[in-house]
């Protein structure tokens, strides 16, 4: 026989607490995130152009190699950039690459690999020199399919160097002049200019106070056939979106019957 409950029981009263909804991310995580993508990549995606057909990658400051630099320099990192150069080639939804440059140089293995990366793209790519695209920073302007320049833009033509511990021997100044001759055969077969001017250019004297070489200007690079177009970033993209719809057209010709 089942027994009444105790009256003199206290009954725990009903939880009328309200409920606490699920966490949803805050403005805090979602700036944070932010804050990381642009110290990592040193870029981010614009709110309007999550859904653009063109990746934008710039190459700035010093372009590091497989020494780290210090944390003072600004750098531009090979192992940053190659990967995203293979997430455009293999991304169906990114049709155009623009590259935006203002380096001083750096590292002539780590140019010279973004810059057969991107000369390689089967997919159409410009490149805009603003402020200065010097020394390695030249075989990555001419590896796109058009490149542009800022009228006070500069590039510097300089011959490379090594630093650190040089062991004084014949076979160094051989591999040099190896990495040297690397640079200028894949500056002239992505440019228009002639390998003759280019050497000239790049072993004049008097031009650079404390170095050989000179230090072309804007209009100047167009000139010597260097760069293909004195423009800004309106320019770049207009070319951009034209060689896209090229790209298109080929793909969608063809002998009809």
Known sequence: MPQDEDPSTPQSPPDTSPQTPSKQPDKEDQKNSLVNKIQELGQTNVAEMENSNIHCITVVGQIEGHMQLPPQNKTTKYEHIIPQLVAVEQNPKIE????????????????LAISEMVASMSKPTTALV????????????????H????ETATMTIHPIRLNGLVIGVPQTFEYLEKMQERVINFVTHHSDIEEETFKDLMFAKGNLTRDIGTNVIGEDAMKYGLIDTVGGIGSALQKLNELIEERKDDKNGGILQ
Do not use: C, Q, R, Y
């Open 96 to 111: 155009g690459l623009m590259l935006i440059l203002n380096t001083v140089g750096g590292d002539v293995e780590a140019g």
């Open 130 to 145: 603003l402020g200065g695209g010097h020394s390695i920073g030249v075989p990555i302007a001419v590896a796109a399919k």
């Open 147 to 150: 490149s542009f320049i800022a």
